[in-house]
């Protein structure tokens, strides 16, 4: 954070920018100690030898009810057992 401030400041950041900056710099810190993009959060089962898994894709934040959530993909592959 000290990093962003003193870039900011040398660079003579806008109002706006100083805003943008710190908040993306405070989502991201809030959202990366909980999860990590490409995690996976569940696999399961959908035939012989086909599996389904759910993978983190994104972020998003919510201004209504001020909440992060994940964005997620569903991807199907082939195991070998």
């Known amino acids: 954070m000290f990093k962003l ?3 900011l400041l040398l660079n003579n950041a806008t109002s706006h920018d100083w805003k943008i900056q710190i ?7 809030a ?5 990590k993009v490409g995690e ?3 696999t399961r ?3 012989h030898k086909n599996y389904k898994r759910k993978e983190i894709v994104g972020i998003a934040f919510n201004f ?3 909440k ?3 964005l997620t ?3 199907c592959f082939k195991g070998n057992k």
Do not use: M, P
């Open 5 to 7: 401030i003193l870039s």
């Open 23 to 29: 908040a993306a710099h405070l989502l991201k810190d």
């Open 31 to 35: 959202f990366f100690k909980e999860t």
């Open 40 to 42: 996976i959060v569940s």
């Open 45 to 47: 089962k959908i035939g």
């Open 64 to 66: 209504k009810t001020n």
């Open 68 to 70: 992060i959530t994940s």
């Open 73 to 75: 993909e569903e991807y």
